[in-house]
Antibody, heavy 121, light 108 residues
Framework: QVQLLQSAAEVKKPGASVKVSCKAS????????ISWVRQAPGQGLEWMGW????????DYAQKFQGRVTMTTDTSTSTAYMELRSLRSDDTAVFFC??????????????WGQGTLVIVSS | SYVLTQPPSVSVAPGQTARITCGGN??????VHWYQQRPGQAPVLVVY???DRPSGIPERFSGSNSGNTATLTINRVEAGDEADYYC???????????FGGGTKLTVL
């Protein structure tokens, strides 16, 4: 079945970087894009950005510009989200979600299970 | 940036109908999507493009969009429907997706 499988939880120190993976299966990876969504503890959903599985075009939310990089490896149908210069308020669950290949327009129909990232000294 | 307004909480007895609203300017021209997020789980798409249901979502879930308000309606509410519900749109002015703040549905 169609699914997105994310990497395991991470604990990082302030100032470090984290790279979360999202492996797709059950569909043609390069026919869709992947959006990344952050959810801080007890808070709502926050869109971080999107990457096309077709041509690697990216679009980042202004809040994360300069601190986030999204990439893909089409050979393994995997998307990655790297967040740098981590702060304690980056502690959150990060989700990947399937989106359109041309832009983050439209609904996100398949979601990964989420990856908890804890930033603590 | 575009703001989507949802009530923080809605309570309903089992078997009754729950209505969760999502408001914004010039809403009728935008496609609205709804997600259910049970505690400790990932969001699940329950309604897309205002009123369409993905396969596997019960017919009890329906959506509408008129004027400045979109509504997610859950008929014959069950205990398992207790969750947070988020609306989402594409903001064409910023070319970005936007989520509402979420509504906690409590089944009494």
């Amino acid at each position: 079945q169609v699914q997105l499988l994310q990497s395991a939880a991470e604990v990082k120190k302030p100032g470090a970087s984290v790279k979360v993976s999202c492996k797709a299966s059950g569909y043609t990876f390069n026919s869709y894009g992947i959006s990344w969504v952050r959810q801080a503890p007890g808070q709502g959903l926050e869109w971080m950005g999107w990457i096309s599985g077709y041509n690697d075009n990216t679009d980042y939310a202004q809040k994360f510009q300069g601190r986030v990089t999204m990439t893909t490896d089409t050979s393994t149908s995997t998307a990655y989200m790297e967040l740098r210069s981590l702060r304690s308020d980056d502690t959150a669950v990060f989700f990947c979600a399937r989106a359109l290949a041309v832009a983050a327009i439209g609904a996100f129909d398949i979601w990964g299970q989420g990856t908890l990232v804890i930033v603590s000294s | 940036s575009y703001v989507l307004t949802q009530p923080p909480s809605v309570s309903v007895a089992p078997g009754q109908t729950a209505r969760i609203t999502c408001g914004g300017n010039n809403f009728g021209s935008k496609n609205v999507h709804w997600y259910q997020q049970r505690p400790g789980q990932a969001p699940v798409l329950v309604v897309y493009d205002d009123s369409d249901r993905p396969s596997g979502i019960p017919e009890r879930f329906s959506g509408s969009n008129s004027g400045n308000t979109a509504t997610l309606t859950i008929n014959r509410v069950e205990a398992g429907d207790e969750a947070d519900y988020y609306c989402q749109i594409w903001d064409s002015s910023s070319d970005r997706p936007v989520f509402g703040g979420g509504t906690k549905l409590t089944v009494l």
